[in-house]
């Protein structure tokens, strides 16, 4: 696994990284990758987790804290405009951190089969599912 510089002498070797990193891939499966990408999943679901308390004790603390008719009650808008606004960056949070891993997934698997690594920058899931299919991954990908 390793090959001749073109400027050693004629004993030195110098060892092909490429090949030591696609075999230590290959070694212990992703493993790395799949940490980040689980640990990452589960800080996303702490914080979710977070955002809804969040949201419900606003909306009781709003709520106790009025007087007048239940009628005139307008707490609505935590619900309705506050938790809207965090929910929906949530789902940005969580569609940036799948784009990230998609990307280093796309990496590793590029190394193990000696190619290119696409271009993810634009339609990131598309494009991983297009790449990860054309690799040899289950055709099932492309019912996503």
């Known amino acids: 696994m390793s090959r001749r510089?073109?400027?050693a002498d004629a004993d030195e070797t110098v060892p092909d990284?490429?090949?030591m990193y696609r075999d230590s891939l290959l070694l212990d499966k992703c493993e790395m990758s799949r940490y980040l990408s689980t640990s990452h999943v589960e800080e996303l679901g702490v914080f979710n987790q977070t955002l809804e308390k969040f949201i419900g004790d606003e909306d009781q603390r709003i709520a106790s804290s009025y007087n007048g008719?239940?009628?005139d009650f307008e707490g609505w808008?935590?619900?309705d405009i506050l938790g809207n606004h965090l929910r929906r960056a949530f789902v940005c949070a969580s569609m940036d951190a799948t784009a990230y891993h998609l990307n280093h997934l796309c990496q590793d698997v590029a190394v193990i089969v000696r190619q290119a690594s696409p271009d993810l920058s634009r339609e990131p899931i598309t494009k991983a599912q297009v790449f990860l299919v054309q690799v040899g991954f289950d055709k099932s990908l492309s019912a996503v």
């Open 77 to 79: 808008w935590i619900q």
């Open 17 to 19: 990284y490429g090949d």
């Open 69 to 71: 008719p239940p009628e």
């Open 5 to 7: 510089s073109k400027n």
